[in-house]
């Protein structure tokens, strides 16, 4: 996706703009797809050489997202993965998907709403928060930052493992990030006080360093003027990858979301039809594919049948081809990771050759200096 300025819009014919970023209209580290696909298998190669590829962590799409956050650069990539790798053993994350329960869920939610609800025409799951009802005094006393940390690591880790595979059984093909809509309606800055400006630092650092390449798309609705000023503290926090994913928009919303959602799937409170009376309210709901049990019931067959990658084996259910195509694609990869093998050795070789010189360098200056000092008191008796 090109980089675009961010700003709010009323839908109108004269914009109310925030601030020209003028974000480059280009799109960084585009690779096309049958080179993604190489450079997916040198990085997977890469990482197994180094013997730093966690059997459960080496499915396509995760090393594609790395891959994707570092713009296709392997060595980065790879410092990228392994801090991955090495904040889920600091955080015990495999033990927060199992283990954790947050039975402050139910209050937690009405003073902070917010939820996953459907999905979008793509079948892309939508991710809904209600910033403007939050009522941080009231949340900060059902639970605290690290609790809800936690949760959203666990919410985190259930939308890899279960609500992008359903949402590709369901819409038959591949679904891998989220489309998230933010109502911002009465935010401004006396919003973003210490604890939520600490909470709001963590959510990003965890999403954006170890969860990278989820976001598909983040409408921000409802923005007003007092969302100024903001906008401009958050913003920088947020990376160009991201920033050129997010539209801000003012409160003649409704036009942009339709082109992306059906009403049937948009919450009333957003402009769509939909109330999920039955559950308590859209965002009580967590209504998806996700849920379906013969979709949940695929997904376990493939964790049954210990799949490594729970996407991927997904993925062989909405396409046959997929591993056709990655024996066609076998000898590019291998030539990719050979010449990228071959690089490495070259400069190791390269960098021998220079310390060698060096050391032929400094002990010839040693031999210099010697006979230096032997010729010297020589030439002193001849001139005697």
């Known amino acids: 996706m090109g980089y675009r300025d961010i700003h709010i819009s009323d839908g109108s014919a004269e914009d109310d703009s925030i601030q020209s970023d003028s974000l480059n209209n280009k799109d960084e580290g585009h690779i096309p797809p049958n080179n993604e696909e190489d450079m997916v298998e040198a990085f997977r190669n890469l990482l197994l050489l180094h013997g730093h590829l966690p059997s459960n962590h080496g499915d396509h799409n995760t090393l594609l997202r790395f891959l994707k956050m570092r713009d296709f650069d392997l060595e980065n990539s790879k410092d990228a993965f392994l801090d991955y790798i090495k904040w889920r053993l600091d955080s015990k994350v495999d033990s927060i998907s199992k283990m954790f329960k947050f039975e402050e869920y139910d209050e937690v939610k009405k003073h902070y709403p917010h939820g996953f609800h459907k999905v979008d025409k793509s079948g892309r799951p939508i991710y809904i928060e209600r910033l403007g ?113 997010v539209q801000v928009l003012g409160p003649n919303y409704l036009g942009e979301l339709l082109e992306a959602i059906d009403p049937s799937n948009l919450p009333t409170f957003l402009g769509g039809n939909c109330t999920c009376s039955d559950h308590g309210g859209c965002l009580f709901s967590d209504e998806g594919p996700w849920n379906d049990p013969d979709i949940k019931e695929k997904i376990q067959e493939s964790s049954t049948f210990g799949a490594v990658d729970s996407e991927r084996e997904t993925m062989e259910k909405v396409s046959e081809n997929a591993s056709a195509n990655q024996k066609e694609n076998s000898g590019k990869i291998m030539i990719t990771l050979e010449k990228y093998t071959a690089l490495k050795t070259a400069v190791k070789d390269s960098q021998k050759k220079i310390e060698m010189l060096e050391v032929s360098l400094h002990e010839t200056k040693k031999v210099l200096k010697l006979l230096a000092e032997i010729i010297k008191p020589n030439e002193t008796e001849t001139n005697l």
């Open 133 to 245: 009802m939050v009522d941080l005094n009231a949340f900060l006393k059902a639970t605290t930052v690290d609790r809800y940390v936690n949760y959203h690591i666990k919410e985190q880790e259930k939308t890899l493992s279960l609500r992008y595979p359903a949402c590709s059984i369901s819409s038959g093909k591949h679904v891998s990030s989220t489309t998230t809509i933010l109502d911002v309606s009465g935010v401004g800055m006396s919003n973003f006080s210490k604890p939520a400006r600490s909470l709001f630092m963590e959510i990003q650092k965890i999403d954006s360093n170890y969860y990278p390449e989820t976001l598909h798309r983040l409408f921000v609705v409802n923005a007003s003027s007092g969302f100024r000023m903001l906008w401009l503290a958050l913003k920088t926090f947020l990376d160009a990858r991201t920033l050129a994913k």
